[in-house]
């Protein structure tokens, strides 16, 4: 007896010991547990309407999963489910849910033995459970340890006890994971039933819901369908045992010749399969907050969230929301995208967008296909890749700013420059395939050709700091330490910024952020947000005067050149349209880039594999080329989206006057000798530029292009930054600098 009452109390010290070690962890653990309230925002009290700018609905919002899934989906109401499903979903998964408060008790203990004495982590799972699971402990990706299984029971208790079982059930419907289609993930009973069935989920048939159900542990099972097939006959039986529906109905629903997408099945008596063929994964779902213009979708909903909360957008009804998507537009960049051809493995980022405002009128963040659903990634907005000689444009309107013209020269021979860094401490551009002129040639003829040794020699004496100075003012990002290389581009950016920074050009010097909402109001009526009494200040960047005169350059390098001729910018022309613009191209074919302006539109496209490899063609020698892949596909995107309206010209601000050189197609811009360029450098910012200590600012008579005299009229006087070392170069001939 003594010794029954040792072991006894020995045993009692051991699970006492034991539940004291599990307490501090255990206490440990729930430190930091999810706030079961998150799932408040499932409830569709607080849909958010999104317009477009001509008021048709674009769509809806509604509240992402509290454990970070964003996927596409469209959330409904208990009452918008069929109750076939709810049934079956309740006898599979948890047969006891109207009974238990979130937790099973009896696979709880199941779980804990199977751990303790088995050492594997096990046990029965409630409804609540996997909601916790899928929603609140997301991070923990499904992970079997204790911790977990800790922080889910607390939970799970939680949230039996604070929220309805119909709320329970909602919300589980809303998450639960259905399988995949493609690169688009099937969840909750929406996105199912459309996908597997075309249907709505209030108009699934007893016999489709059982399907969809049997999917919910391994929705694998949907590729062997004839294997899995006696999994309905199992569970129509185990709903005549809880009550659900009766024999009669459980057999009527085996023996319905249902069909999920993606299959083909001949059915013999009593439900036999006879045959099942399968041709392909389910038709593509989307919800219907994403069904039109999912990329500028996915923007306004951050857009609405940054500005006024979770609780706005999602709670007390919702938010009315007027945004300034065309559809117009979008439904030709749209069809841009569709109709575009590019190199194997290639995608694409577009944007359009109205240079007066900055408001984004359509955007595409990948190469559409027909029937298939695009990836999520919005490469219009998160791909940040080098931009090539797109940046040429803003090096060559800082120069103009400076006192350069268009006809001012530089030598295109091969070159090479001091580079601290750089193999063997110098830095080796070349022209595109290695083609010089061997001559001095002007800045106009420089970027009609988009001549890489003369823009690098402007570059030298625009100076690096003045060049940073205009990027920064276009918010185009610049590396740290910057070189001479940056006058080629080496810079990242995305589209939605090289568009904005673009528009400067097309509005007389002002750069405007983009924007995508033109009115928000609560479901009240309460307006939060209005653009017409508060819209959004731009920015001067360049005077009228000078931002012309960069325009004007962009003109004549989509206008002066033939194709035969070597027009990199010609295949962009919109019929009817004034159309300027720039191509880019990164290292190793890496990046192709379009940047096209009209007076009232505004299109960057890139293109580009998302793995950031080089792209080329399928059995050819020629590599892709920006000039023939991106300005068709602006082309296209702007003649639709423009299509209708009046061609206008771009405003010409006084001070300017045009000469024609050569036989240039596109005249001339210059700065009148009335004393306007000195009030073109003042209102650029040019004045206050931060100057190189290698460089000096000089007067130069614009006549002779040399050193100024005291006889020279002030009218004839610009202000020029030149390298100390070339100032020789601006002495009148027989004197001294």
Known sequence: MQTLRIIWAVFISLVLSAAAAFAVFATHWLKDLPDYRQLDTMQLSGTTRIYAR????????SPSLPGGGSVDRTVVALNQVSPYLIASVVTSE??????????DPIGMLRGLISTLFHHQLQGGSTLTNQLVKSTLLASFHGARTLRRKVKEAVLSLEVGRKLTKNEILQDYLNVIYWGANGNSSIVGAYAAAKAYFGVPPSRLSLAQSVYLTTLI??????????????????????MVKDGWISQS??????DQPIEPSGWKIRYGPGGQVLSAQFTGVPRATQAVSTEQAPYFMQQVKLDLLKRFGRHLVYGSGGLDVITTLSPQAQAAMDQASLDAVLPPGATLGMVAMQPQTGQVLAMVGQKLYPGKTPPQWNNAVNAYRQIGSSIKPFLYTTALGMGFTQLNTEPDFPATFPCVGCPGGVYKPHDYDYIYQHRDVTLRYALDHSLNLPTLHLL????IPNLVHTLHLVHLPVYPHPYLALGLGALQASPLQMAAAYSVFADQGVYHRPSYLLKVTTASGKVLYDAKRTPPKGQRVFS???????????LGYVNDLTMAQGGLGQLGKVPGWQTGGKTGTSNSIRDLWFDGVTPK???STWVGREDDQPMRWHNSVYVPSSSYVNPPIFRQAAAGALAGQ???PFKIPPGIIFRHYKNDAWPLAFLAPNGSSQTAQQTSGLSTLPLSQKTVVVSIDRRTGYLASPSTPSRDIVQRQVPRSELAQFSPPGSAP
């Open 249 to 254: 109905q459980a057999k009527a629903a085996f």
């Open 54 to 61: 001509n008021g048709s609905l674009i769509g809806t919002l």
């Open 646 to 648: 009046t061609p206008v």
């Open 601 to 603: 539109l505004v299109i």
């Open 544 to 554: 009228p005067q000078l931002a012309y005169m960069g325009l004007n350059m962009m």
């Open 94 to 103: 948890d047969h006891r849910f109207f009974y238990n408060y979130g937790v």
């Open 217 to 238: 542990p391994a929705p694998a099972r949907y590729y062997h369908y004839p294997a899995y097939r006696p999994l309905m006959h199992n569970l129509l039986q185990r």
């Open 460 to 463: 030298t004496q625009v100076g």
